[in-house]
């Protein structure tokens, strides 16, 4: 059987049970027709590119599909008059990836990645005195504070 993928994109007003029960009834219809869902990913609310029907988000769901051509020509079918999908893109491929997607692997390797030591500000210590904690630094021979008036003139009488 031909192998294929597919793409959708679900309305950003629907929550993700009811994203989760459109994708299995796709699977479910699949299914019926002699075809197999090798691979599902929900890859999360996303912002569009462009706004879809007054829509500026949207749920994305990966299929890696295995099924005949009238099978995915009824999913097309489906996807087209269901109100919650907004854009739909089924590609037919050679074969099926079985690793994670590079959408779910950056999503991976980014909560790998240590937590910022600084604020949003660029500042280590934002709530730290702002003394520095140490030593003053040495004074200047010749230099007074600025706190110190012109120096007082001695008058010899």
Do not use: C
């Amino acid at each position: 059987m031909p192998l294929y993928e597919n793409v959708f994109i679900a309305r950003q007003d629907i929550s993700g049970a009811q994203v989760d029960a459109l994708a299995d009834g796709f699977t479910q219809l699949i299914a019926e027709q002699g075809g197999e869902i090798k691979k599902r990913e929900y890859w999360g609310l996303r912002n569009l590119a462009y706004r879809m029907k007054k829509n500026r988000k949207g749920h994305y769901v990966l299929f890696n599909i295995e099924a005949p051509a009238a099978a995915i020509a009824e999913l097309e079918r489906t996807m087209r008059i269901n109100e919650d999908v907004l854009r739909y893109l089924t590609l037919r491929v050679d074969q099926l990836d079985e690793a994670p997607s590079p959408v779910m692997q950056s999503r991976g390797s980014r909560e790998d990645r240590p937590r910022r030591d600084r604020d949003r500000y660029g500042d280590r210590d934002r709530y730290e005195p702002r003394d520095g904690g140490g030593e003053a630094p040495p004074e200047r021979s010749g230099e007074r504070p600025a706190d110190q008036g012109a120096p007082s003139e001695k008058v010899e009488a």
